[in-house]
């Protein structure tokens, strides 16, 4: 008989396309159904980009396993002027997807995983799958942030070690997937400084470090050049995920690494198809047009997410504001009672109740890393036709809830779900 590694039974399809399949079947059936679960950005391709890729589609040769060297320069350009990160300290790699260098970094780095609870939910397969140990750093979420507590983030460190695990790389992400909060600059400063301390390398996951709300990028790399890997790429700010274009920053200081993750691409991936390459150059020279889609569309996101917020916290719901991508993580902890009554005590059965009775897929906290037990789960503000939306913004419609109704009204629909829910469940306690 054929037998599968022993890890396999550890993974599953994972949540975020299993949420993304079931949505897609009620649909299909044609029922209506709410979706939360998936956090994919709706906006379309720019016109600039489309007519760079129709131009490009001759070139079919392989490329340099770093990537193709004009956008590797015209990146790191971008990155120093946009991103405030001295590009002289790093090298430029580029592969299908971010997804990709950080596995190839999990891969290059000895050594187990510090990461955050929560976190997104690659992170730890990937771990996993290199047979390493993942070490979790706890976190407190308010409205002013993620927070990771430097003198916490230390003790687990000294701790793992007294345990004889060997944590070796501290995996970073903000604004976050699944919290939509982002860590403050004082706080990646005090991070930073732990990390140098400890000889600890950061992955610092910013794919989403362009859908800011307040405007800032926000980098360690500024506080720790000699000890920060920065991963990013398309999929986010100008929602080309399908285009699979990631991008590393490898410091310089790391002796080897950028040659060993070369290695590794040579062995894997090759290179990120041709016409591809050629095309994103343009999204990193610094195009008007290019610039004001990447604006408009976080000003979109930032109108959903924050109306999700605001109707959740109505309800008596724990939901800090979002400072960026596309998520809500809220906790419903203050309802813990009623919920318990309805027979919902995980965050797996709180998903599983939303999408079996109420046909709204959300993901589970657990999906993230949290304990089971902790009523939390990801929802994503990406349930809307992104090209008409982007179109009325552009032709002057003002960002507000008439904006919402008339462009979002399935965005409108899932927090009516949850005040259905919630008076639903509350209304079942009394009866009980
Ligand atoms: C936090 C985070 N990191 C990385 C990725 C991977 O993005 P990609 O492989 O498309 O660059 C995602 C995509 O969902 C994400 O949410």
């Known amino acids: 008989m054929v037998k599968l590694v022993k890890t396999a039974t550890e ?9 993304n399949e079931m949505v897609k079947s009620r649909r299909a059936e044609g029922k209506k159904a709410y979706h939360m679960g998936f956090g ?3 906006f379309p391709v720019p016109e600039r980009l489309k007519n760079a890729l129709k131009n490009a589609v001759d070139r079919k040769e392989y490329l340099p396993t770093a990537g193709l060297a004009e956008l590797c320069e015209t990146v790191a350009q971008y990155y120093k002027e ?16 971010s997804k990709l260098i950080l596995y190839a970094l999990q891969m290059a780095i000895e050594g187990d995983l510090l990461m955050p609870d929560p976190s997104w939910v690659s992170y730890k397969p990937q771990s996993r799958m290199l047979g390493r140990e993942v070490i979790k750093v706890p976190t407190r979420l308010d409205g002013e942030g993620y927070h990771i507590d430097a003198e916490v983030l230390k003790n687990v460190i000294v701790q793992a070690r007294k345990e004889g695990k060997n944590p070796s790389k501290l995996i970073l992400n903000y604004p976050s997937n699944p919290t939509g909060l982002t860590i403050q600059e004082d706080e990646l400063k005090q991070i930073a400084e732990v990390c140098v301390a400890e000889d600890i390398l950061i992955i610092s996951d910013e794919i989403y470090g362009f859908v800011s709300f307040d405007g800032v990028y926000r980098t360690i790399a500024k506080y720790a050049p000699t000890h920060t890997a920065v991963t990013t790429g398309l999929s986010k700010h100008l929602s080309l995920g399908g285009w699979r274009v ?15 993750l070369r290695n590794i691409a040579s062995e894997t991936w090759s290179c990120v198809p041709s016409p591809i390459q050629q095309a994103v150059v343009e999204a ?42 596309f998520y809500n993580y809220p906790n419903f902890e203050t309802h813990r009672g009623s919920l318990a009554k309805a027979g919902i005590k995980t965050s797996k059965d709180l998903a599983h109740a939303l999408l079996k009775d109420y046909s709204l897929a959300t993901l589970p906290g657990s999906a993230f890393g949290a304990e089971p037990e902790v009523l939390t789960l990801r929802l994503s503000g990406c349930d809307y036709d992104g090209e008409a939306a982007l179109k009325a913004y552009q032709n002057g419609a003002k960002l507000d809830e008439g904006f919402i109704e008339q462009y979002a009204p399935r965005v409108k629909e899932s927090v009516q779900t949850f005040e259905r829910f919630i008076a639903d469940v509350s209304g079942k306690s009394k009866a009980a």
């Not at 946009?82 to 997807?97: E, N, Q, W």
Request: hydrophobic share 35%; glycine share 10%.
């Open 11 to 19: 993974f599953e399809l994972s949540p975020t396309l299993a949420a």
């Open 40 to 42: 994919e950005s709706p």
């Open 82 to 97: 946009k991103a405030g990160l001295d590009t002289s300290k790093f090298d430029v790699i580029v592969a299908p997807g």
């Open 246 to 260: 990631g991008i590393g920053f490898i410091p310089k200081a790391v002796d080897g690494l950028q040659g060993l």
């Open 284 to 325: 990193y020279k610094g195009h008007e047009d290019i610039e004001e889609h990447i604006q408009q569309c976080t000003d979109i996101h930032k109108l959903m997410n924050q109306y999700i917020a605001k109707g959740l916290r109505s309800l008596d719901i724990h939901a800090p504001e979002p400072q960026g991508a």
